[in-house]
Structure formats: C-alpha cells, structure tokens
C-alpha cells in the first residue's frame, strides 16, 4: 500500500493527466491477448497480432488513468502483464 501511495503522490506531483497502457508480456494465452487488443483497439485481426508480437509496445497512448487501468485490467484477465506510463 505504501508503494501505491507514494506513486499516486508522485503522478498528483507532475500532475499526469495522460498515461501510456504498454503490453510488457503476453503470457501464455497469446490467442486470447490479440482477442483483447482487437477488442480495445478496433484494429484488424493483423495488426493486433502484429502488436501482441513485438511487444513490449503501447496498447494505448495517451489515455486517461481510468481508461489505462481498464486495459489493464482487460488484458490481465487473459494472462498478459500490463504496464501504465
């Protein structure tokens, strides 16, 4: 909990009000990430896996917190790790 205080400090300090969700790994239901990213991203079938494929890449850039943690949260549910900029 301290840890997630002193970054919600830190974000209220620069007062980011834009975040980055970037895929940092797929885990192992690689079908069922680009299923998602399609979901999220509106993008065709290869392109998302073209992004699920070379990732560590941005899902989604410059979208607010609640939108970030909402991937998040989406693609986590399939095994993927997700990191907010």
Same mark, same amino acid.
């Given at each position: 909990?301290?840890?997630?205080t002193?970054?919600a400090?830190?974000?209220?300090?620069?007062?980011?009000?834009?975040?980055?969700?970037?895929?940092?790994?797929?885990?192992?239901? %690689?079908?069922? #990430?680009? *299923?998602?990213?399609? $979901?999220?991203?509106?993008?065709? @079938?290869? +392109?998302?896996?073209?992004? &699920?494929?070379t990732?560590?890449?941005?899902? %989604?850039?410059? #979208?607010? *917190?609640?939108?970030? $943690?909402?991937?998040?949260?989406? @693609?986590? +549910?399939?095994?993927?790790? &997700?990191?907010?900029?």
């Amino acid at each position: 909990a301290t840890a997630a205080t002193g970054a919600a400090e830190a974000a209220e300090e620069e007062e980011q009000t834009e975040f980055d969700a970037v895929l940092a790994e797929i885990g192992g239901q %690689k079908i069922q #990430v680009i *299923k998602a990213v399609r $979901e999220i991203t509106g993008l065709g @079938l290869r +392109e998302a896996k073209d992004l &699920v494929d070379t990732s560590p890449k941005p899902i %989604k850039e410059k #979208v607010s *917190k609640e939108e970030a $943690e909402s991937i998040k949260e989406k @693609l986590e +549910e399939v095994g993927a790790t &997700v990191e907010i900029k």
